[in-house]
């Protein structure tokens, strides 16, 4: 027997982000955000819900809250209800949250018990705690949260962390389907296991993934929505709108020249200009000029790539929700010899919500070294 109600869930949109500072990626992110809302219409669900970061910021501009109110009032208007919770980035401002501004509901605020959801906050365990004391545990059917959970992601950062194993699960939430999460941009999933074996059908937990391209560790990543049909939930392709194409630039002329390839292929091509990253390193800089015909064609960014003190190539990219604290001072380091402005860097990185208090301790240490 189905239930009265379906629905499509999205994540990690990032309106208004801009990657590698082009116009043209950050009008895909808005275009994404506009189709999931297409699809929401066309599959005729009841909601659509966005499990954080549908901003890049929690500072969106009033353009960026128009366009996303206008998306809202489109879906309305065809009895598709948006609802959601913000994110690490677009997290709420003194409880204030900024998507609110746009017409779209609080999970919370739908007054139905099969649907929980809370705003990411930066002791994501106290979201833990408030789902150990919800008062409609029976009810509950779908829980909404954007963190990281131990054994769905391996690098969980401590502010950011989910860890389930207080909660009984299996038994204090018998109706649950599912635990659906926002935060990491690839689809990792599983089930709840019930260590008992009683349970036939085990609830459902797993990312939504981002919706667009956001970085660059996105390229060659299928992209999907979650739909929930009233019975099942699947994966439904989302394909995106623009090529993106990562080259190495010490593999793209033998055996295949790919600059060629690509530049004849695209040259009639109807469709945006995709996106080629050209990976190199710095003893390939003089082979730049030979990506020429590239730039006829196509959206070209080259990123440079340092060897990390393990041997492992790493993409100098500090911009990755899953940069360790150990890899982000191995390529800082790398590219900040001096030990200031190492020190400047690291700080400004650690407390991205105090950046002025940083850089006027910063310019009292210079002020105070001159005197």
């Not at 913000?86 to 018990?113: C, F, Q, R, Y």
Request: include cysteine; aromatic fraction near 10%.
């Amino acid at each position: 027997m189905k239930d009265d109600y379906t629905f499509l869930a999205i994540a990690d949109i990032h309106i208004g982000w801009k990657l590698y500072n082009l116009p043209e990626l950050a009008e895909d992110l808005k275009d994404d955000f506009s189709r999931a809302v297409d699809l929401a219409i066309k599959l005729k669900v009841k909601y659509l819900f966005i499990v954080g970061d549908l901003f890049d910021s929690n500072k969106p501009t009033p353009d960026l809250i128009a366009f996303v109110k206008k998306q809202t009032e489109r879906a309305k208007k065809e009895k598709v209800i948006l609802a959601g919770i913000a994110g690490d980035h677009d997290k709420p401002i003194n409880e204030n949250s900024w998507i609110h501004l746009t017409g779209i509901v609080p999970i919370n605020d739908l007054k139905d018990s099969r649907f929980v959801g809370f705003d990411y906050c930066d002791q994501s365990m106290l979201n833990i705690d408030a789902l150990e004391n919800l008062e409609t545990k029976k009810q509950t059917e779908w829980i909404f949260l954007h963190g990281q959970v131990p054994g769905l992601f391996d690098f969980c950062e401590e502010k950011k962390l989910l860890d389930f194993k207080q909660i009984d699960l299996i038994n204090d939430f018998p109706a649950l389907k599912g635990i659906v999460l926002g935060d990491i941009h690839y689809p990792s999933e599983s089930v709840i296991h019930d260590p008992k074996e009683e349970r036939k059908n085990l609830p459902y937990i797993g990312y939504c993934g981002s919706l667009g391209m956001v970085k660059s560790s996105e390229i060659g990543n299928k992209k999907g929505i979650l739909y929930y049909d009233g019975s099942t939930l699947t994966r439904v392709n989302f394909p995106l709108t623009r090529k993106f194409i990562k080259i190495v630039l010490a593999e793209a002329f033998s055996p295949i020249n790919w600059i060629s390839k690509y530049s004849q292929f695209f040259k009639d091509y109807k469709g945006k200009k995709p996106l080629i990253v050209v990976e190199y390193e710095s003893q390939e800089e003089e082979k730049l000029g030979l990506l020429n015909s590239l730039y006829e064609v196509a959206l070209v960014k080259l990123a440079k790539v340092s060897k990390t003190s393990d041997s492992e190539s790493a993409t100098i990219n500090l911009r990755s929700e899953l940069t360790t604290n150990k890899q982000t001072s191995i390529i800082l380091r790398k590219e900040l010899p001096d030990d200031e402005t190492f020190k400047l860097a690291s700080a400004l990185l650690d407390s991205e919500d105090q950046i002025a208090a940083v850089l006027d301790k910063f310019k009292a240490s210079i002020f105070n070294a001159d005197k």
